[in-house]
């Protein structure tokens, strides 16, 4: 079970960190596939920043109850479709990953809108722009017709966003960023 400021920090969960880890495993994504997103969101903000900081920061993003929420109901839905369990016309939907449904970037905004608003356009940015994982996953859903990836590009895209954001507010009263941002 995870520890970070669990004691302290009351919108967090530790017991269901190690679900989520499980849980993001078993549809192909590692904390490290995603922290390697952040790291390339982040790095020319922070000339130090390190893949151990990256990873620290997205274990913090994971630690939210309110995320676990997220993540959870979201990769519930992608299996469901999978096992065909879904009613149509949402079966249809999910499984074509239809690109009007937009619930799926809808649940990760519940995601980022915990980070404020670097949270939220870097969301867009790795959206639109599928790096690392995101694009794995994205081009997996073309494997089979059962495949769905429809709500877990998003929900990793949202953790890695969120983390960059929460690595960039860590950062914000050190002189290295404040020059950066100048730039
Ligand atoms: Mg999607």
Same mark, same amino acid.
């Given at each position: 079970?995870?520890?970070?400021?669990?004691?302290?920090?009351?919108? =967090?969960?530790?017991?269901?960190?190690?679900?989520?880890?499980?849980?993001? +495993?078993?549809?192909?994504?590692?904390?490290?596939?995603?922290?390697? %997103?952040?790291?390339?969101?982040?790095?020319?903000?922070?000339?130090?920043?390190?893949? +151990?900081?990256?990873?620290?920061? $997205?274990?913090? %993003?994971?630690?939210?109850?309110? %995320?676990?929420?997220?993540?959870?109901?979201?990769?519930?839905?992608?299996?469901?479709?999978?096992?065909?369990?879904?009613?149509?016309?949402?079966?249809?939907?999910?499984?074509?990953?239809?690109?009007?449904?937009?619930?799926?970037?809808?649940?990760?905004?519940?995601?980022?809108?915990?980070?404020?608003?670097?949270?939220?356009?870097?969301?867009?940015? %790795?959206?639109?722009?599928?790096?690392? $994982?995101?694009?794995?996953?994205? =081009?997996?859903?073309?494997?089979?017709?059962?495949?769905? =990836?429809?709500?877990?590009?998003?929900?990793?895209?949202? $953790?890695?966003?969120?983390?960059?954001?929460?690595?960039?507010?860590?950062?914000?009263?050190?002189? +290295?960023? $404040?020059?950066?941002?100048?730039?």
């Amino acid at each position: 079970m995870k520890k970070i400021n669990e004691d302290q920090n009351r919108f =967090n969960d530790g017991k269901k960190f190690d679900v989520i880890v499980d849980r993001l +495993e078993k549809r192909g994504v590692t904390l490290l596939d995603i922290a390697k %997103v952040t790291y390339d969101l982040q790095k020319k903000y922070v000339e130090s920043l390190t893949m +151990e900081t990256c990873l620290d920061h $997205i274990e913090r %993003v994971i630690m939210k109850r309110e %995320v676990q929420h997220a993540i959870l109901t979201g990769i519930e839905l992608d299996r469901l479709a999978e096992e065909g369990l879904i009613s149509e016309s949402l079966s249809t939907i999910l499984l074509s990953d239809y690109g009007l449904y937009g619930i799926d970037e809808i649940l990760a905004l519940s995601i980022v809108n915990v980070y404020g608003s670097i949270g939220l356009t870097n969301f867009g940015f %790795v959206d639109k722009t599928k790096p690392g $994982i995101i694009g794995v996953l994205d =081009n997996k859903k073309g494997e089979s017709k059962n495949k769905c =990836n429809t709500f877990i590009d998003d929900i990793v895209g949202a $953790i890695a966003a969120a983390a960059a954001s929460s690595i960039a507010h860590r950062y914000a009263e050190t002189d +290295e960023i $404040i020059e950066l941002y100048k730039k």
